[in-house]
């Protein structure tokens, strides 16, 4: 059993389509971080959260961290077939240790 | 910003036969650094902690013998993977944290055991 969820796991979705993808856990954690990867890559940084309630925007990308710091959220707008790719959501609990959600494959058709 | 270099990012082996894979904070010291293996279509796996100076700290199921972990320096933490056979064929991503909330991820290993 994983940590913490993440769903969907595949989405397959037309260009100009909205999506939101989730992350949720039993456990609290101290921040939250939401990854990006392309095939043969590392991941990319996108956002840290830190505290409950609280919402980022990065461009299209919209980042909601529960109030209770146990679930986040990412919200995409109008998908591009640029964001194709894995997306991770990783937790830290203690020190700098870092647990990953399974990841979204998402896929933007054009 | 941080950046994490890993080297090589491709490699091909043969069976019995053991490969270094290098981590390297370029713009920053990490006392702390994180060794991963994914499979085709999954997630990260945490294998184990790399520590400046002391003995790595390696997840249930991981190997220490095979895996081996070397963190001699500030700036450098190696993987070598021992007596490689096909199963230990992944991609291997190490990352390091400059701050409590940032991490950077190299750029990955794909090894093939053949």
């Known amino acids: 059993t994983q940590l913490l969820e993440q769903s969907p796991q595949f989405l397959s979705i037309q260009e100009g389509e909205n999506l939101t993808v989730y992350c949720n856990s039993s456990?609290?954690?101290?921040?939250l971080q939401w990854y990006r990867q392309e095939p043969g890559e590392g991941p990319v940084l996108l956002v840290t959260?830190?505290?409950?309630?609280e919402v980022k925007k990065l461009k299209r990308l919209t980042f909601q961290f529960g109030d209770a710091r146990k679930d986040s959220s990412l919200h995409i707008t109008a998908a591009q077939t640029g964001d194709t790719g894995l997306y991770l959501c990783?937790?830290?609990?203690?020190?700098?240790?870092?647990?990953f959600g399974g990841g979204t494959r998402l896929m933007v058709k054009p | 910003g941080a950046v994490v270099s890993q080297h090589p990012s491709r490699v091909i082996c043969k069976s019995g036969t053991s490969v270094k894979i290098e981590c390297r904070s370029l713009?920053?010291?990490?006392?702390?650094m994180f060794w991963y293996r994914q499979f085709p279509k999954q997630s990260l796996m945490l294998m184990a902690t790399?520590?400046?100076?002391?003995?790595?700290?390696?997840e249930q199921g991981v190997e220490k013998d095979k895996f081996l972990i070397n963190h001699a320096s500030l700036t450098l933490s190696t993987l070598t993977v021992t007596s490689a056979h096909p199963e230990d064929s992944s991609f291997y991503i190490c990352?390091?944290?400059?701050?409590?909330?940032?991490?950077?991820f190299g750029s990955g290993t794909r090894l093939t055991v053949v």
């Open positions: 990352s390091a944290s400059r701050t409590a909330n940032g991490y950077t």
């Open positions: 456990s609290v954690f101290s921040s």
């Open positions: 959260v830190v505290t409950g309630g």
């Open positions: 990783a937790g830290a609990i203690a020190g700098n240790m870092l647990t």
């Open positions: 713009d920053f010291q990490a006392t702390t």
């Open positions: 790399s520590n400046e100076g002391s003995k790595a700290t390696y």
